[in-house]
């Protein structure tokens, strides 16, 4: 499979591929959509997508904090193309750019439903169990340096 992992702006194209991809696997089936406020929240934000011929499968967001901590979010692969190694090659990628930049922790708030994902990409539960967009969370973090 070619597949070619790059980094886009806000409102880029490529961004406005993202979203559907956000909206259909993160807010959709949950019955939520996307507010303008937390779409804003994109704005400072560093934009991942792995593309297969120029069409997006799987993103994520990173979010900079000045503790040194980067916040990944958005995580999503198509239902189609999920289970195929592909949330882990980017979250890798979106990884080694976080200590490229000088950032020796990743952390995320997961969703338990994926937890195990993200066990098995080294990150380690921090804390209780709390809720998000109406499901239960686990705070992840996995040491970069
Ligand atoms: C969770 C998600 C990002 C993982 O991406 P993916 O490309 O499907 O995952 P990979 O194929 O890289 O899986 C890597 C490992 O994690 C496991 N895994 C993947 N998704 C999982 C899930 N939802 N629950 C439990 N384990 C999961 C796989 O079994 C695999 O283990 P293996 O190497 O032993 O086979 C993707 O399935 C997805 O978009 N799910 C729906 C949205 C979502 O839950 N996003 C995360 C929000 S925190």
């Not at 980094?7 to 961004?15: A, C, G, L, Q």
């Not at 303008?36 to 979010?63: M, N, S, Y």
């Amino acid at each position: 499979m070619n597949y070619e992992i790059k980094t886009f702006n806000y409102h880029s194209p490529e961004y406005k591929q993202a979203l559907q991809l956000r909206d259909k696997i993160l807010r959709k089936p949950l019955g939520l959509q996307f507010s303008e406020a937390e779409l804003k929240k994109d704005e400072h934000d560093i934009h991942f997508g792995l593309f297969e011929e120029e069409k997006i499968v799987a993103c994520l967001t990173l979010t900079k904090t000045d503790n040194g901590k980067m916040k990944m979010r958005q995580v999503a692969v198509y239902d189609t193309a999920q289970g195929k190694g592909l949330g882990s090659k980017l979250s890798v990628a979106a990884e080694e750019y976080a200590k490229e930049n000088g950032y020796h922790t990743m952390f995320c708030h997961a969703r338990k439903a994926a937890s195990n994902f993200y066990l098995k990409l080294g990150y380690k539960i921090i804390g209780d169990e709390f809720t998000e967009v109406n499901i239960p969370h686990y705070e992840m973090e996995k040491r970069l340096a």
